[in-house]
């Protein structure tokens, strides 16, 4: 984690609280020297202050926006900033905290950041193909992206709900305003009505400024509300009256604050089978399902497996470095007939293993099944290694073993970076440093 601010002071007592909360954090004095050392080194998330004394925390942003796509980034910002702090979340800012700051706040933000940045969204790419499934969705995204209406997308996890929103987002009117996204699922009951809604000075323990919510953050750009199915019940009511009357109440406001919002929201689960469990409001169904769109899984486009793999690997190899590097056709063949319940998106994060781990340029048939095996193995190591036996240690020593190994190749391949090393693992950063610390892997 890297830390940048000018303040020595402030920063080394920001870097302590990190500490104490149990991340490893470096300090810089600069947006420069951040920037360089984010140029050699991996890292989870960017905290940085907005005012600096040579470039801002805006600039920061920029670069790592071009640079490291993907890289959470979060604002610290005196209460005067607020504005700037605004501007930094349009232009693609996780989050931002005002100064001074609780411990307590600073872990909240920080925590949300790294949990909503754990999970790396297809590029547009998956949108590509020539079924007719997709081609339908196609279709839908341009002719709902004209309109204001709420759109609901449904479909599996992996399917690329978040792709499609950010595509209608880029063809609609507002395509030149803010695109926000609110994972519902990741945040807490007690704290998801202060993220959509903002809260005043005051209003709860810690809230030691007013603070916008994503509402007035999208304000004349588009809300994409993800995991919608997540909202419990005694939020629906709240997040119905923004959603019909454009207005809703900061915590601890008792002003109404108007916001210019087109909504899409996304889930995986059956909202009608909810509707009529009574864990899901009608009213609020209705309200967001104005426009439907399902997302096809892979399996019921099994004819795009080919140009979807074309295209992964072409992005991906630009992203390592890595020139010549096709797929034969049995390889083509061989990834056709794999079953991914992940979807594109597991199909995705597959293309980016055999780029990282492939020594090959020609990627075979042969690549293909080693890898399906092994990240099978790699991701959940949950038996033995071949020609194991009971007295050679416990089951759990097996397991740790298997997993320490995995975990080390992923590691080297990756020339020690955590971030791809995880992706590579198919699963998430924060567990792979877990898994690390755990393993005493160095």
């Known amino acids: ?119 790396r969204t297809p590029a547009a790419s998956s949108l590509e193909g020539e079924s007719d499934a997709i081609a ?6 341009a002719r709902v992206a004209k309109t204001s209406a709420s759109v609901l997308l449904l479909g599996e996890s992996g399917t690329g709900k978040e792709v499609a929103a950010r595509s209608i987002h880029g063809e609609s009117p507002r395509k030149d305003g803010p695109f926000v996204a609110v994972h519902c699922a990741a945040l807490p009951e007690a704290l998801l009505e202060s993220e959509l809604f903002g809260h005043e000075k005051g209003a709860f323990s810690g809230a030691i400024a007013r603070k916008p919510g994503r509402f007035e953050l999208a304000h004349g750009g588009t809300l994409f509300l993800d995991e919608m199915g997540d909202i419990p019940l005694s939020m629906q009511v709240k997040l119905l009256r923004a959603l019909q009357e454009r207005q809703f109440d900061r915590v601890g406001g008792t002003e109404p604050v108007t916001v210019d919002v087109r909504v899409v929201a996304a ?111 790699e991701a959940r190591p949950s038996t033995p290694p071949s020609g194991s036996s009971p007295s050679s240690g416990t089951l759990s020593d097996s397991r740790a073993d298997a997993e320490r190994a995995a975990i080390v190749q992923a590691l080297a391949k990756s020339n020690n970076n955590r971030t791809l090393a995880a992706r590579v693992l198919g699963i998430s950063r924060r567990t792979l440093y877990n898994r690390i610390d755990a393993l005493g892997i160095d």
């Open 136 to 141: 339908s969705v196609r279709g839908l995204i």
């Open 1 to 119: 984690m890297v830390v940048v601010e000018d303040d020595t002071a402030v920063g080394k007592v920001v870097v302590g609280l990190l500490k104490k909360r149990g991340h490893a954090a470096t300090l810089f004095p600069s947006a420069e020297s951040g920037l360089a050392y984010l140029r050699a080194h991996d890292a989870s998330l960017v905290l940085t202050d907005l005012r600096l004394g040579g470039q801002d925390g805006l600039w920061l942003l920029g670069e790592i926006a071009r640079e490291t796509p993907g890289l959470p980034v979060v604002l610290m910002t005196a209460h005067g900033s607020i504005p700037l702090a605004v501007e930094a979340m349009r232009r693609g800012a996780r989050d931002f905290v005002t100064k001074p700051f609780s411990e307590d706040e600073i872990a909240f933000v920080v925590e949300k950041a790294l949990a909503q940045g754990s999970e």
């Open 267 to 377: 889930t995986h689960r059956n909202l009608e089978a909810m509707v009529a469990a009574g864990t899901f409001r009608q009213d609020l169904f209705y309200r967001l399902n104005v426009l439907p769109i399902v997302m096809p899984r892979l399996a019921d486009r099994k004819g795009d497996v080919r140009i979807l793999a074309k295209a992964f690997l072409a992005r991906f190899c630009r992203e390592q470095g890595r020139s010549g590097m096709e797929l034969t056709e049995e390889a083509l063949v061989a990834l056709e007939a794999h079953d991914f319940p992940g979807n594109v998106r597991e199909l995705s994060n597959f293309v980016e293993r055999l780029v990282v781990l492939c020594d090959n340029p020609r990627v075979s048939e042969g690549d293909v099944r080693l890898h399906l095996a092994n990240g099978r193995t």
